[in-house]
């Protein structure tokens, strides 16, 4: 999508000393902003493509805010823009867009001013907008109060100053991170928060792992040691009856998705917390990795799911149980013979992208065993056991 002219600019530009916080990944961001918007509004992109690359020289020196600092880039960006072969009808056009850039309240007469101004912006929303700042603060000897001002005011500011339609949908969207990060900031997190007695055990796996049926033995194990135990199920009965309705009219695994948070939030608050504060083993059958691997969706990272699932105490101990997908797919076929199971159309090829998926969520958790469930069930009970025991959790 560059044009030679762009190509010369770029390679000017990674021999130049510039801001950390204004750097090259920035102007090439806001480079992509402009040119989908340029050609959104058919503005002229030789103008604004080569104004967002050098929109921001005059942010080298720390020294420069503001209009000083659009001032000082009109004054670098003219000889680059010499060299590159642009044409002095060409040259005004482009450090007029750089000098009225940074101004939330004004609104250019020039097309492509208006596209830069917003198109700088929309790069200082949201998790870029958060890093930014800090760097920001960090280069000019900022506090963290004027990283929560320039977040929070200076951001709301900005907002308020998009022009274009699509701009000020993604600005709000991004914002949101931004308000989220700012309340956080002002939350005291105490340890009495996550202060109890008790231990929280999950069972994970892919369906036919055998889960439940270890669960039931932990149990019965536990309460032979004389153990306070308490097994909980996720998803819980209630929901299973109520996805029996949902599928039938909606096929979407993030709505799913919800539909687990509203059921796993009352499990934690009303029955998971209260037994860990009295000191009890809580035995768990799936928890939130579950959710990430049964409904993901490449339109939201993995961590996003756990943000959402923060609610959810960390278990001291993950018992992945590791079945292969052709060791999963014969128990499935010996459950549906048996009538436990309606069909094995869920279960297959899918199992193995499931597997897949576990190894790469598991990578972001603590206190993770793996447990090989290809074997005979007590033996694989037995070998739960001595982990327990290994790891020395009770």
């Known amino acids: 999508m560059w044009t030679k002219r762009e190509h010369k600019i770029f390679k000017i530009l990674r021999k130049k000393n510039l801001s950390p916080s204004h750097e090259f990944d920035h102007l090439k961001r806001v480079a992509n902003f402009c040119f989908d918007l340029a050609k959104r509004y058919y503005a002229r992109r030789e103008i604004v493509v080569a104004a967002a690359l050098l929109h921001d020289l005059g942010r080298s020196d720390p020294k420069h805010r503001g209009a000083k600092s659009a001032a000082k880039g009109v004054e670098l960006a003219k000889p680059v823009l010499v060299k590159c072969d642009y044409s002095l009808d060409e040259i005004t056009l482009i450090t007029n867009c750089i000098a009225q850039h940074d101004q939330p309240k004004l609104r250019s007469k020039l097309l492509e001013a208006r596209i830069l101004k917003d198109a700088d912006f929309l790069d200082g929303f949201g998790a870029r907008g958060i890093l930014r700042g800090i760097m920001y603060a960090g280069e000019t000897g900022g506090s963290v109060a004027e990283v929560m001002n320039r977040l929070s005011k200076k951001g709301r500011s900005r ?71 308490k097994v909980v199920n996720h998803p819980t009965s209630f929901l299973k009856k109520l996805w029996t309705i949902w599928r039938e009219e909606v096929d979407d695994r993030v709505s799913e998705l919800f539909l687990l948070l509203a ?14 504060q009295k000191g009890m083993v809580v035995i768990s059958t799936r928890s939130q990795i579950s959710s990430q691997v049964y409904q993901h969706s490449d339109e939201y990272p993995n961590s996003f799911y756990r943000y959402l699932f923060s609610f959810e105490p960390i278990a001291d101990l993950y018992l992945y149980l590791d079945l292969t997908a052709k060791e999963a797919l014969r128990r499935t ?60 959790i009770l």
């Open 333 to 392: 076929d010996e459950r549906v013979t048996k009538g436990v199971e309606k069909n094995r159309g869920f279960f297959g090829k899918k199992q193995e992208e499931q597997r897949k998926r576990y190894e790469i969520i598991l990578r972001n958790y603590p206190n993770v065993v793996r447990v090989d469930a290809n074997g005979n069930i007590q033996a694989i009970a037995e070998s739960i056991k001595l982990l327990i025991e290994k790891t020395g």
């Open 263 to 276: 059921d796993r939030t009352r499990m934690v608050k009303d029955e998971i917390l209260p037994a860990l």
């Open 159 to 229: 907002l308020d100053g998009l022009e274009f339609l699509e701009s000020k949908r993604l600005g709000w969207r991004m914002h949101r991170l931004t308000e989220a990060f700012i309340d956080e900031l002002k939350i005291i997190r105490e340890l009495k928060e996550v202060s109890y007695s008790g231990k929280l055990i999950v069972f994970e796996g892919i369906s036919g792992s055998g889960k439940d049926t270890q669960a039931v033995l932990l149990e019965k194990y536990l309460k032979s040691k004389t153990i306070p135990v």
